[in-house]
Structure formats: structure tokens, C-alpha cells
């Protein structure tokens, strides 16, 4: 048992010796698997190029989801901009059933002025772009194969957050399923060329408009995002000790939360966001606490001499999941909160740790110890089925999109730290490289 917890410190202590410069998708799986989708290039109507590609952002979006695949542009056979355009026969020759297309202009306030529109290609030949109904008792012009239409006026600098929520009003209305463009991650870098080579950054989900958030002479790690994404719970040894501290990424703000003797980890926020659950061991072994955040009040959650770590809420805010190694070996344990009578979840692999639940709380998502190394994997609560999601040789620190569709993750790649995204079926798997360095303990926030 020791020797385990010697690796797990280890482990987290190395999180924060990682550097990052911009993200880069590389896929290197499930491409092909996935749905062909037309995002044609927006047409626009103003001086110069247009300040950011809507539909490269959307392409790029939809293309990391997993489930679909933008047709390149050099293969599109035409750039139409709105349905009325649209040969349909010619992109279903190519096995697109759907086409994003619009239209951007600037407008004399200085704004940007979007329109654009879903189709159902299949339907809209079937119809030849058009069919007829009644309305009132009079035979009128429907368009049943044009899924929606939407416009907005957007700053520039709102620009790429707005092709985020297109791909997200894409992905809803083609999946059923919320889409998860808007968001953000954390992650925890080291620059071994910097003054303060620990640092705790912010980005876009894809990795685009990257802001530091804090920076320290000493290691950084575990950030966790409150449920309105308005603040981060981390662990920092800047005072010669781990303790807990919640900022506040847009004031600035931040308040030490636990600084108890040896050790403060793993905070995490209730799904209310008004409670934080932490690793100490003031009592010796690794217990899990709940520290009521405006009445400071702490609660014991878990007992006895075995080392219980890694707490992870369940959706539900009435039980939790956490890692133990009351069994032997690090295995993955719910606690009820109301009464603590717990169950052991995980039986397969001879360690299993760190783990999460998909927001409906069908799956847990954790990092599976076999003969092949540390892989994220993924087991059906109600069946018991696990399915490997991964393969590299040493995964760690899945973190779970909010609507539970893919895992970011940090794995090893040619001896290097890099973050990876993988769907929720295992099928569709990207990589992440940074190109100065190495990322690791990466958070996904909420919906924005």
C-alpha cells in the first residue's frame, strides 16, 4: 500500500512538469467510422477576408465530437449559400445527409451579421427542395428539408465563441444530444524556461484563447471547475505544503480553503456548488471530507485505516464515487452520503482509479490497471460491461465533457505528456500535442 501511495504522490507531483504551447488536433482514430456532413465555406460579403472561418470552426468542432466527418473543401461539389442552392443529388452522391451553409457581412455599427441554415439533404431531394401544405386552408410553400434556420449580430472578438454555439446548435438538432463546443478546460503546465514554471491555464476546449489563470515557483495540480465555471479549486505548494485554495478566474480572487498537517488534495465541487469535497490526512490515512463553503463547517465522509482518495460526486449530489485500497489494490468504491454504507464498483484489472461518471450517471470512466499498462476505460454501472477506451502505454486524469459524449485525458506519447480526447464508444481518438513541453491534469468545465 505504501508503495502505491509513494506512486500516486509522485504521479501528482509530476503533473505540474508540463509546458504547453497552442493545441493541435491530430486525429488517429474513428475518422472513418463517422458521419459524413457538408460545412460549406460562409460566404462573405465584405472587404478582405473574413476575420475568423465560422465554418472551419464548426468543421473542426463537429470532426472532434467523433460522430461526424466535414467533407473537405477541395472535394465539396459546390460552395452553395443557402438552400435554394443546393444540388442535392450531387452531395448525396458523396453520402452527405446534411449540409451547413451561410452567409456573413459587416454591417455599419462594425458588427458581424450571421445567417445560416441547417439541411436535411436526403429529405430535400426527395421534395426537390420544396414542398407543399396547407396553412389555414391554403395551400402554401413548406420547407421541411431546411432543419433551422438562425442569425445573430456578433462583435469580432465573439466571433469564434459564436461558431462554437452554431456547432452546437448543429450537433443537438443532428444527435438529439446537447453539444459541448462551449466550454472550457483547465490544465496545469510547467515551463522549465520561466521564472514561475508552474502554471494553472485556461482555454477554450479546443485550445484556442489559452489565458493563464496563475503561476508559481512551486507544483500546481488538480484543478476542478464549480458548476457555473466561474471559479477553480486546485491544490498548490506554493507555502511549502499542498493546500486548497478556490480562485475566482474573473475577479482574480482566490481564498485557502484547507492547509491542514501533511495532506490537502483532490478538491472537488458538489454539483450545487455550494460544498467541496477533499482528500486530508490530519487523521493519518487518506480520508474524503466535505468542507460546507460558507459556513466552513467539515464533514467526514469515509473511515478507518485504508486510504480512501480521488472523491468524484454523483450527479445526483446523494452519493460519491472515490478510489480505496481497503481491498488490497486500488479499486473504485460509492459512498451514500446519507447513511455511508458503501459498495465496491470495480472488479476487473488489478487497479482501478480515478475515476468519473458520465452526467447521467450510466458509466464510469476511470484509469484500468491491466497487462497492457494504464488505459481510461469505461464500465456500464448497470451492466458491468467495461470496454478499454484507450491504448497508449500510461493514461491518466480523464475528465469527462459535460455532456458525457467524450474524455480528455492525459497520456504518454513518444516518452512525452500530452493531452487526448477519446468519444465516449472508444471508436473516435485525437491527440492534442504540445509543441514545447508537456500537459497534464486537464479539466473539462461545465456548459457555458
Not at 71 to 98: F, H, R
Not at 135 to 153: Q, S, Y
Request: with cysteine; charged share 25%.
Amino acid at each position: 500500500m505504501k508503495r502505491w501511495i509513494m506512486g500516486l504522490c509522485i504521479a501528482l507531483l509530476s503533473f505540474s512538469q508540463i509546458a504547453q504551447a497552442e493545441l493541435e488536433l491530430v486525429i488517429t482514430e474513428g475518422i472513418d467510422s463517422a458521419r459524413p456532413i457538408g460545412v460549406v465555406p460562409f460566404q462573405w460579403e465584405g472587404e478582405g477576408k473574413m476575420p475568423t472561418d465560422l465554418s472551419a470552426v464548426i468543421a473542426s468542432d463537429l470532426r472532434r465530437s467523433g460522430k461526424f466527418s466535414p467533407v473537405a473543401t477541395s472535394k465539396m461539389p459546390q460552395t452553395p449559400y443557402s438552400d435554394e442552392e443546393i444540388d442535392y443529388n450531387a452531395w448525396t452522391a458523396l453520402g452527405v445527409d446534411a449540409l451547413v451553409t451561410g452567409k456573413v457581412k459587416l454591417n455599419a455599427e462594425g458588427k458581424y451579421e450571421i445567417k445560416f441554415q441547417l439541411v436535411d439533404v436526403v429529405r430535400g431531394q426527395l421534395t426537390s427542395g420544396e414542398s407543399r401544405g396547407l396553412d389555414n386552408g391554403k395551400l402554401v410553400l413548406t420547407k421541411d428539408h431546411v432543419l433551422f434556420t438562425r442569425a445573430a449580430v456578433v462583435k469580432e472578438s465573439n466571433l469564434r465563441m459564436y461558431a462554437h454555439a452554431m456547432s452546437d446548435y448543429v450537433y443537438e438538432a443532428l444527435t438529439g444530444e446537447k453539444g459541448a463546443f462551449m466550454t472550457r478546460i483547465a490544465y496545469v503546465v510547467i515551463d522549465d524556461k520561466a521564472k514561475y514554471k508552474y502554471q494553472l491555464r485556461v482555454a477554450d476546449y479546443d485550445g484556442y484563447n489559452e489565458q493563464l489563470a496563475l503561476k508559481s515557483k512551486q507544483p500546481l495540480m488538480s484543478p476542478s471547475w464549480s458548476p457555473d465555471g466561474s471559479k477553480l479549486a486546485y491544490v498548490s505548494f506554493e507555502n511549502k505544503q499542498a493546500q486548497i485554495f478556490v480562485m475566482d478566474i474573473y475577479k482574480g480572487s482566490r481564498e485557502m480553503v484547507a492547509s491542514f498537517p501533511r495532506h490537502n488534495g483532490s478538491p472537488r465541487f458538489s454539483p450545487d456548488g455550494k460544498k467541496l469535497a477533499m482528500v486530508l490526512s490530519k487523521s493519518g490515512s487518506l480520508q474524503i471530507y466535505i468542507l460546507d463553503l460558507e459556513t466552513k463547517k467539515m464533514t467526514q465522509v469515509t473511515r478507518g485505516r485504508a486510504n480512501n482518495t480521488e472523491a468524484f460526486w454523483d450527479p445526483n449530489g446523494q452519493s460519491m464515487i472515490f478510489t480505496s485500497d481497503r481491498g488490497g489494490k486500488p479499486q473504485i468504491y460509492r459512498v451514500n452520503l446519507a447513511d455511508g454504507s458503501t459498495e465496491r464498483l470495480t472488479w476487473q484489472g488489478s487497479q482501478n482509479l480515478g475515476g468519473q461518471l458520465t452526467p447521467d450517471g450510466r458509466f464510469l470512466v476511470m484509469v484500468h490497471r491491466s497487462d497492457s499498462g494504464y488505459n481510461i476505460a469505461k464500465q456500464d454501472l448497470k451492466t458491468g460491461a467495461l470496454q478499454i477506451l484507450t491504448k497508449t502505454f500510461l493514461d491518466e486524469s480523464p475528465s469527462i465533457a459535460p455532456n458525457g459524449g467524450m474524455v480528455i485525458y492525459s497520456s504518454v506519447n513518444d516518452k512525452s505528456n500530452e493531452l487526448s480526447l477519446v468519444s465516449i464508444d472508444g471508436r473516435f481518438k485525437a491527440r492534442l500535442p504540445a509543441t514545447n513541453g508537456r500537459v497534464r491534469a486537464p479539466s473539462w468545465g461545465p456548459f457555458l
